[in-house]
């Protein structure tokens, strides 16, 4: 079994910055791709970032120049760097990740989310 965890939401002003990790952990043989989706009240949930295991990285047209994403395969973390954030960025943040196990069987897990809230 695998888990992610996430942290680093909160409250921020409009221009402000914070950084999300997800952690996991669990059964884990390696971690293919990671990635971040956020979702608002009422609204579809949407890609904000992804990373693949060889650093390829992709960031939705809405956080391009603000936001960067970067792993630490060391750790089992992915992080996402937010800067000049806007009141529109504000949504439940969630940790995405493929993830093998010692028998080389992949599955797909979802953390639990994070809270981003910027203020105007």
């Known amino acids: 079994q695998v888990q992610l965890v996430e942290s680093g939401g909160g409250l921020v002003q409009a221009g402000g910055s914070l950084r999300l990790s997800c952690v996991a952990s669990g059964m884990i043989f390696s971690i293919e791709d990671m990635g971040w989706y956020r979702q608002a009240p009422g609204r579809q949930r949407e890609l904000v970032a992804s990373i693949t295991s060889g650093g390829s990285t992709n960031v939705a047209d809405s956080a391009k120049g603000r936001f960067t994403i970067f792993r630490d395969n060391a750790k089992n973390t992915v992080f996402l760097q937010m800067n000049s954030l806007k009141p529109e960025d504000t949504a439940v943040y969630y940790c995405?990740?493929?993830?093998?196990?010692?028998?080389?069987?992949?599955?797909?897990?979802w953390g639990q989310g994070t809270q981003v809230t910027v203020s105007s």
């Open positions: 995405n990740a493929v993830v093998r196990n010692r028998l080389y069987l992949s599955n797909t897990y």
